[in-house]
């Protein structure tokens, strides 16, 4: 359940970035290396002023540019970290769900562990419908279960708001 797509989306920026500002660079360049070869005196203000209307269009572009992609690379980092805590919780809320299925002991060390820590992420969940047991104390947690896809479902919507918070259009 890994989404690369912010940092695809981060990647295809840069490259693009790159990209564009290579093009304008080459553009300002030859634009002026044209326009320099005729001399002309009474040209020669109007040069300028155009040759640095262009040199300060295409810096403005790249500053612009440079300032989106740093604000995609933060988003990204920040939806590693969202990534990394709901992983967690979708591994730690499987334990228990397992250790349920096997009706492990509650007084093992290792199962109180899980419970203590599991306890704030599945409170919200406990009672909603019954759990089915057999015989042994082999119980399906469904709460656990409904937890998860919950969680899964938050995890997208967090995942999506930053992939859309990150594509955002800052100039019509």
């Known amino acids: 359940m890994k989404d690369d797509s912010v940092a695809a989306d981060e990647a295809r920026r840069v490259a693009q ?9 080459h553009d300002v360049n ?3 290396e044209k326009r320099s070869d005729r001399p002309d005196a009474a040209e020669a203000p109007r040069l ?24 995609a690379r933060g988003l990204a980092r920040g939806s590693g970290v969202i990534d990394y805590i709901f992983y967690l919780i979708y591994g730690l809320l499987a334990i228990r769900l397992v250790l349920a299925m096997m009706a492990a002991r ?14 704030p992420l599945y409170a919200l969940f406990r009672g909603i419908v ?4 057999v015989e042994g104390g ?3 947690v469904l709460p656990i279960i409904i937890a998860i896809v919950v969680y899964a479902l938050l995890h997208a919507a967090i995942n999506g708001f930053l992939r859309m918070i990150a594509n ?3 100039e019509i």
């Open 30 to 32: 030859a634009d002026i």
């Open 106 to 119: 509650s007084n093992n060390g290792f199962v109180q562990l899980i419970q203590t820590i599991t306890d």
């Open 48 to 71: 300028d002023r155009v040759a640095s209307n262009l040199r300060g269009g295409a810096i403005d572009e790249v500053v612009g540019k440079d300032r989106e992609v740093s604000r």
């Open 138 to 140: 082999f119980t399906l």
């Open 130 to 133: 019954p759990s089915p047991s």
């Open 17 to 25: 970035h790159e990209e564009v500002k290579s093009h304008v660079e």
């Open 168 to 170: 955002r259009k800052t």
